[in-house]
């Protein structure tokens, strides 16, 4: 019965029925060639043409409705599933049409994709689309390109793309897998940019490592799929960023620091929560040390945490959000230091010194710093001289649960005796924090040049190498003249 409505939409496509679907395929660039190779078809906007045609030769009614090519009434009977839609056969590797899918023509259609729904021929998957077409090129290539859309399949091939497959729209399965592993065992995944699409590559990224197979991601600019993009920019651009695809555990990790800030604790918790399961899912306990020291390295996280972090992994205990909250919180970076505390206690303590030190601040002084919020509400409140009190701060720093426990406990220090003194020790405090903004910058600039190292790129590694010395010199200067100054002030 497929096959019969599989030949019959092939020639309503040809006919005046197919007028419109043949003028879209134009407009998409796709050739005659390319039609007859994929069958595709058109489905005519009418109820009951294809039925009237499946019964005249010879199936029943029972056989119809078990068929997925209708869709039964409630009140008896049944109406043509796929109207007014091109239609793309899903054939399996015996050449046989199991299943379908149908794009509407109409701009405003819903939905823009129907597929077939489950039949004693088909079950969902456990079938890819063009993999009866490209097998072969998968094997000799030794990886296959896996996309989302009929046609982010079917404009590559066109192109000489060959070794590329199609998910059917639903998120990958472990069968699908399979299927591929038959005949390579690398896989880039070319999905869609967009939210959507980032998120179905992450689900597909653990399916296919969970059969041990090496995953790349290739992510086209500007949220492009590979029809739009090969149709706009050509295959040997297509081919060039293939070949610079990323290893998967670097798309997890770009995407998990996106919009985020490491050096605040719960947006670093959640990266690194967001990060190990991909870690996690690879097999190879080399490969798995290796993806995990690459992913430490980009989130920043520091010796003691990496330490337990790997413990957890390795002995399968929980790595999920609270865990991971729980260890960021007690890394020292979550704490505020003593120079912070002291410096926020003598500027609440005295308005003259505030007016002198918070102008000789910049909010790279303290943007990382646990006590972030409370510095830039204190210098906003200062700008718009409004007052300074434990109530103005609070509501300036409510999403911020350890802000007011702080603030309640800095705001009843006692205050230096003399002025001089307060200034002396502000002096000194503002010097700290500078000195732990470079000591963050040097321990960054660290951890990017492993992963320059680790990436092979020799000229961002010396770069770095030579701004890290640089700083490092600008430190050792930093340290000799605060102490110079310090003794100034004693004397």
Not at 162 to 172: E, F, I, K, Q
Not at 244 to 264: G, K, M
Not at 310 to 338: H, N, Y
Request: overall charge negative; hydrophobic content about 40%.
């Amino acid at each position: 019965m497929n096959q019969w409505a599989l030949q019959w939409w092939e020639d309503q496509l040809k006919n005046n029925y197919g007028k419109a679907a043949r003028k879209y395929l134009e407009g998409r660039g796709i050739t005659e060639e390319t039609i007859k190779t994929f069958r595709l078809g058109f489905a005519p906007d009418s109820w009951e043409m294809l039925s009237a045609h499946l019964l005249q030769k010879g199936a029943t009614q029972e056989q119809l409705e078990k068929s997925g090519l209708v869709v039964k009434k409630d009140e008896g009977g049944s109406y043509d599933r796929f109207r007014g839609r091109l239609m793309f056969p899903v054939i399996d590797a015996q050449g046989r049409p199991i299943a379908f899918g149908g794009r509407t023509l109409e701009p405003e259609g819903e939905p823009k994709y129907l597929n077939s729904p489950e039949t004693s021929a088909y079950t969902k998957g456990r079938h890819l689309f063009g993999l009866n077409q490209t097998r072969d090129e998968i094997r000799r290539a030794g990886f296959a390109i896996l996309v989302e859309g009929y046609l982010d399949l079917i404009v590559p091939y066109q192109f000489g793309v060959r070794n590329v497959v199609a998910s059917l729209g639903t998120a990958l399965t472990p069968e699908q897998v399979k299927l591929v592993a038959r005949f390579a065992r690398k896989v880039v995944v070319n999905y869609d940019g967009d939210r959507a699409g980032v998120q179905a590559a992450k689900r597909a990224i653990e399916t296919i490592l969970a059969d041990d197979i090496e995953v790349k991601v290739l992510v086209l600019p500007d949220n492009a799929d590979p029809d739009d993009f090969i149709r706009k920019h050509g295959v040997s651009e297509y081919q060039r960023r293939r070949g610079e695809a990323q290893p998967h555990i670097q798309f997890v990790i770009d995407q998990a620091v996106r919009d985020r800030n490491l050096h605040s604790p719960a947006d670093k918790a959640a990266a690194i929560e967001e990060t190990l399961p991909f870690v996690r899912a690879v097999r190879s306990r080399i490969q798995k040390r290796e993806y995990f020291d690459i992913a430490m390295d980009a989130l920043r996280v520091q010796a003691d945490q990496r330490r337990e972090l790997w413990q957890r992994i390795r002995s399968g205990a929980s790595t999920d959000a609270a865990a991971v909250q729980e260890l960021v919180k007690r890394s020292p970076a979550s704490r505020p230091t003593v120079a912070e505390e002291k410096l926020l206690a003598l500027v609440l303590a005295n308005e003259e010194l505030r007016k002198i030190i918070l102008p000789r601040l910049e909010d790279g002084d303290y943007a990382d710093l646990a006590t972030a919020q409370i510095f830039r509400a204190l210098v906003k409140l200062d700008g718009v001289e409004s007052e300074i009190s434990f109530d103005s701060l609070s509501e300036a720093t409510a999403d911020d649960p350890k802000a007011s426990e702080l603030l309640a406990r800095l705001m009843m220090d006692e205050p230096a005796e003399s002025f001089d003194d307060s200034l002396a020790q502000a002096d000194s405090c503002v010097s700290a924090l500078h000195l732990m903004k470079l000591d963050r910058r040097i321990e960054e600039m660290a951890s990017e040049i492993a992963e320059a190292d680790r990436a092979g790129d020799g000229e961002r590694r010396d770069r770095l190498a030579m701004e890290k010395l640089e700083l490092s010199k600008r430190r050792g200067s930093f340290l000799h003249q605060a102490r110079a100054n310090e003794g100034i002030n004693q004397n």
